[in-house]
């Protein structure tokens, strides 16, 4: 007697089911953790609701449609007149609509433009964290639009204008005058062909007009360019000074914008990012003339701050793919997660993520509290600190977690292929790796009693916690270095996990412990999963990544 074995070939066997149709908000105890840590424990239902609207499989499909359909460059009419308009696909718009309607743009400011008050900061940073892992590319202009007040603010009859249309909740689309508008987005174009770090070494002239400037010269980078203004840089008589740019002159003609080509970017596809000249735009001063990098610094920090957040969202979501699919998945009659090896680099992956998610989280509770100069402190060094660390690890993060689903995880039809394409251009905007360790040495240089005072208060709260005295040594030895620059990236990396410790002792202080031991007491391994941790200890980390 035997038996058949046989079966179609078209039977589905051995994957998981989708990771779709999930609250984002409550599988994830880290975030919840360090959203109750931080201040923001009556938010926990607000979460909830903004976890599952975003965890739909609707807008997981959405997301995947705006990056295969990615923006087009219109640069004339069917009767030849200059165009320079963008199109995007309504996915994009989708995403668009969501994210403004929930304020991920302006939460963070009263409709005044004023720091709205604590925990404003956390809670937007939890749902953009849980937007990125959805689509990213979208947040871009989110970001500019909620950083640029920041700038503003040193304008305030400007800000008062235009505050109204910042603070709507409605996003308009339409290529119109910001001031006809429901409500409006900024953008930014700093960077040149010639210095895109060196802002200073920009070409691009002001000439007065009035009370206005008429702008010509060239940005080699203008992020997301259908937005209704523009913060740029350019050089006025009395040197490099910031401008607000709208696409629309005050008598209701195009502004001289003129699109070159949007960038054919590795990631980011559903965002827009333009070169372009400007011919004699109209453009109105913001701060005063020479003050152009003065004027823009918040509106960098804020910026910064997004680009962490985001990163650690999409490493969540790459670890919450990895986990539920080795969950399922069988290889040598055991389920994946069930096996020694792909335990072990889960739980490190999970050690990474939390210790992401509490420091980034923390720095937010700063931005909160920055009226308080201990927290503004911490804030003005930490930020590059916490962008490096998070933002350079994340492609690297996102690679392993494709790893996990194997060949499923390197074809794009899942997400992970999309955010291991997306993960860099964290890293590199708003300054890279080695631009965000010289902002750390030059805060030590420039306010040596505040940095001072910082460590002391991340030695405080990690006191007894394994490895970290002998991380905060070697960062003051290497900061009395004759060479100092050469260890700044050492520097900066210690200081990271300092600070991610110390989050970590608020939020979770079983699992600081975990991560002191492993992420600095016996040194950190160059590849995840290189690390000593007994079977209950991953089973621990794991279920906190993702109940299961």
Known sequence: MSTDLRTDSRDVLNQPPPFADVDLFTLDQPLRDAVVANGASTAISELADFGRAWGTAELKALGATANKNPPLLETFDAQGFRRDVVTFHPAYHAFMVASVGAGLHNSTWTAEGRPAAAPAG?????????????????????????????????????????????????????????????????????????????????????????????????????????????????????????FFMPRFRPDGTVNGLALQRIKDKLGNRSNASAEVEFNDAHALRVGDEGQG??????????????????????????LAHAVHHTRYRRVFQKHLVEQPLMRTVLADMALHVEACVAAVMRLCRSFDLSQDPAEAARMRLLTPVIKYWVCKTAPAFLYEALECLG?????????????????????????SGNVMCLDVLRAFARDTDGATSVLSALADQTQGLPGVGAALSAVAAALRKPDVEGHARLIVELLAKVAAVAALNDSAPEIAEVYAATGLERGRAGLFGAIELDEVGARRVIGRALPG
């Open 407 to 431: 060949g499923n995880g390197y074809v794009e039809d899942g997400i992970i292929a999309r955010h291991y394409r997306e993960a860099p251009v964290n890293a590199v905007w708003e300054g």
């Open 122 to 242: 956390v809670l937007r940073a939890a749902k953009f964290y849980i937007a990125a892992q959805v689509e990213s590319g979208h947040l871009c202009p989110i970001t500019m639009t909620r950083a640029s007040v920041g700038a503003l603010a040193t304008e305030p009859a400007m800000l008062a204008q235009v505050m109204p249309k910042i603070s709507s909740r409605t996003y308009d689309p339409s290529f119109a005058p910001w001031s006809d508008k429901r409500g409006m987005t900024l953008g930014m174009g700093m960077t040149e062909k010639q210095g895109g770090t060196d802002v200073r070494a920009n070409t691009t002239q002001a000439v007065r007009d009035g009370e206005a400037y008429r702008i010509t010269g060239h940005k080699w980078f203008m992020s997301a360019p259908m937005c209704d203004a523009f913060l740029v840089l350019a050089q006025a008589d009395g040197g490099l000074t910031c």
């Open 293 to 318: 990098v003065r004027t823009i610094i918040q509106m960098v920090q804020l910026t910064r701050l997004d680009c962490a957040i985001s990163s650690a969202g999409l490493m969540r979501s790459g």
